[in-house]
């Protein structure tokens, strides 16, 4: 946004108060008998305790099907007679598990109902957090030299408590998102800024209605329309008005940095109002998220931390990249070898593409790829930018002439991709990493893009399971930065787990 931040005051300036009658909005805004009904949220209170029920049930059971498995089954070998221990002996265990488990549940968030949590983070949190109920259990019961103390028992216990609770939550993530779409349980939502931060946000938004947002519009600090089908319901003098009229339910502050008095001033008047205010930081606020704090003799200093990917770290990453890449290419060797044979009877030229692109320290290599389009693809695209549909240095478009019968069905699965295995085996790319840009896309980066080029590029990453290719390409890199400064071995798993159901999906793979 263009427009500089009004006043210099640090203190914020107060909005004005609602009137005891609304007044009327601009006639961007939406009448008030346009305005849905309130729907009742539903309880905090209630949805945590059914929470609690369904994950006690759930422990419970994965805990007798554990002792099933082992005395009655016999898995993990049979059990000799003396050595049988009755259910009931296991009752006290049972109960001191399910206390233990909640509580870690409860100590790594997973009663928090955040909306925005994504799947497999839940399921992380509930493997971590029934780990340390289960062994912190089981140490407790050898050292006591309690007679039901099965270690098979109990690491059946930690398996099925995991795969019960995971799906018992999976229903209750079912349910809840089949009522929001429905119009139950929705968060009706004010977003406060009119700029590309704000739209995509809301964007986003109006993407994933199992997440119970409801976005009324948004507030503007200049004069503009309505963006697409958000409405523009007034100025950030009219904050109070707005959210009395449209029933705001939260609001989601998405400012640039400089705008400190406005900030605050929202963040005072929702803190007043009793509403729930959310901020989103601009990429500046993001690109100093690894700053260090040190002082001399009381003097304040700053640094920035290192990239996370470096050291013994950079040796995990490498070490998970040969040991998937390897075994991936074993197994779908039969798959590779039908492609291509596809890709031979379906139009003439090679099996593989190969494409200069820009690795690690803006080293290039070539890139290879099931070829998906005819020939000549290179040598035309300049006459096809009248159909790009990406922004910034990348070209995209769901109307790609070039793109083979077979190259769309390789690409709407993202088949092509496959030959990066070897490009990964080679140490040239990386399992998960920013996407590799053409040398002429690096031609036209700005300084601050070339940061993404800091590591090897992936075969995913971040983005890809965020959106793909219907993301901006200054998104593209924000989320690029994100990952190089925040990553972990834990990261590059969700990622990957994360890719699978991206790909099913095929939205913006074209």
Not at 32 to 60: C, E, H, T, W
Not at 139 to 144: D, G, K, N, Q, Y
Not at 173 to 189: F, I, M, N, S
Not at 274 to 285: N, S, T
Request: aromatic share 8%; with cysteine; charged share 20%.
């Amino acid at each position: 946004m263009d427009t500089p931040p009004v006043g210099t005051a640090d203190a914020p300036a107060p909005l004005a108060p609602a009137p005891a009658a609304p007044a009327a909005l601009p006639a961007s805004a939406a009448a008030p008998g346009a305005v849905p009904p309130r729907r009742r949220l539903l309880s905090p209170v209630l949805v945590r305790l059914a929470m609690l029920l369904v994950d006690a049930a759930a422990i419970n059971l994965a805990f007798f099907l554990a002792y099933y498995a082992r005395y009655v089954l016999g898995v993990g070998g049979e059990v000799a007679d003396e050595n049988f221990v009755e259910y009931p002996d296991y009752w006290p265990i049972q109960l001191a598990l399910v206390l233990l488990v909640l509580g870690a549940f409860h100590l790594r968030g997973l009663y928090k109902l955040a909306r925005g949590t994504s799947w497999i983070d839940e399921v992380v949190s509930v493997g971590v957090g029934s780990f340390i109920g289960v062994w912190a259990l089981f140490t407790v019961v050898s050292l006591i030299r309690y007679p039901a103390n099965s270690r098979l028992t109990f690491i059946f216990a930690w398996v099925l408590i995991v795969a019960v609770v995971a799906l018992g939550r999976t229903l209750v993530r079912a349910l809840r998102g089949l009522a929001r779409r429905h119009g139950l349980d929705l968060v009706r939502v004010l977003v406060v800024g009119d700029n590309p931060t704000s739209r995509m946000l809301m964007q986003s938004i109006a993407a994933q209605p199992h997440l119970g947002y409801q976005v009324a519009g948004f507030v503007h600090l200049t004069p503009t329309g309505d963006f697409g089908r958000f409405k523009a319901l007034g100025t950030l003098d009219q904050l109070p008005t707005i959210c009395q009229q449209h029933q705001i339910d939260e609001v989601i502050i998405a400012l640039p940095a400089a705008f400190h008095r406005e900030v605050l001033a929202v963040r005072d008047h929702c803190q007043r109002s009793g509403l729930r205010f959310k901020l989103v930081p601009d990429r500046y606020e993001l690109s100093l998220n690894r700053v260090e704090l040190d002082a001399i003799n009381g003097i304040p200093l700053l640094s920035v931390r290192e990239a996370a990917i470096h050291g013994w770290n950079l040796f995990l990453k490498r070490a998970l990249d040969v040991a998937i890449a390897g075994a991936a290419l074993l197994l779908l060797a039969p798959l590779l070898g039908a492609i291509a044979l596809a890709i031979r009877l379906d139009s003439p030229g090679p099996i593989l593409f190969r494409q200069r692109r820009v690795g690690r320290g803006e080293t290039t290599f070539d890139l290879l790829k099931f070829r998906s389009m005819h020939q000549d693809a290179e040598r035309i695209v300049h006459e096809l930018m009248a159909i790009n549909e990406a922004t910034g240095p990348l070209f995209k478009s769901r109307r790609d002439p070039r793109v083979t019968r077979v190259g769309r069905v390789l690409r709407r699965w993202s088949l092509d991709e496959l030959p990066q295995l070897w490009n990964v085996l080679r140490g040239e790319m990386s399992l998960v990493g920013p996407r590799p840009p053409l040398p002429r896309e690096v031609a036209q980066y700005e300084p601050y893009h070339r940061r993404r080029l800091s590591v090897a590029p992936g075969l995913t990453g971040l983005w890809q399971v965020s959106g793909r290719s219907e993301l901006s390409f200054d998104e593209m890199v924000e989320m690029d930065i994100y990952y190089i400064e925040n990553w972990s071995l834990g990261l590059d798993l969700r990622i990957l787990l994360r890719t699978i159901p991206a790909v099913f999906r095929g939205r913006g793979a074209y």
